[in-house]
């Protein structure tokens, strides 16, 4: 519950801030942009439930970079899921829903009539961006799921303390 409202609160703030007197067509950049992370996350966390951990093994003792981690990713699927899926899959999806709200106000703003037809337009699209964006990541997350936990794993090992260093960079002097 804390990541969640912390997280909320951070996606919220950013969001706020990029629309806030901006013109319609950035508003509707900020809508696309937050329905692509949740769909995006939403694959990742689809990925690491169908993924296989026996080729990471197979990686990770050829020492490949990132296979370490996809092994931890993988045994850990059940929580990658959730913090992918339903954390940020849902904060994005509500989000999505309140500036929604606020692009409607903008555009139809001077017409009730336009507002009340524009709103329902304007929410089945997102509604159907959001639903049939995740409906066909679910296919690729499934078919490329090693794959995509393997390019999550590289992505955060980036950010993984060097163990026979101790994190700190090695003096090529």
């Given at each position: 519950m804390l990541l969640t409202f912390s997280l909320s609160v951070l996606i919220n703030i950013v969001s706020e801030i990029a629309i806030?007197?901006?013109p319609a067509?950035?508003?509707?950049?900020?809508?696309?942009?937050?329905?692509l992370i949740g769909v995006l996350f939403d694959?990742?966390?689809?990925?690491a439930t169908a993924a296989e951990e026996a080729p990471f093994h197979s990686m990770a003792s050829r020492k490949v970079k990132g296979a370490a981690k996809g092994i931890?990713?993988?045994?850990?699927a059940e929580r990658v899921s959730n913090i992918c899926n339903d954390v940020i899959g849902d904060i994005c999806g509500?989000?999505?829903?309140?500036?929604?709200?606020?692009i409607v106000g903008m555009l139809f703003v001077k017409n009730s009539d336009m507002a009340f037809w524009g709103g329902i337009v304007v929410t089945a699209c997102v509604a159907s961006l959001t639903v049939g964006g995740k409906a066909f990541g679910k296919g690729i997350a499934i078919s490329k799921s090693n794959d995509i936990v393997f390019m999550v794993a590289k992505a955060l090992s980036v950010f993984e303390k060097d163990a026979k260093t101790n994190g700190k960079k090695k003096n090529t002097k």
């Open positions: 806030k007197g901006a067509g950035i508003a509707l950049c900020v809508l696309l942009a937050i329905i694959i990742v966390g689809t990925a931890a990713l993988l045994r850990n509500i989000v999505s829903g309140s500036t929604t709200a606020v």
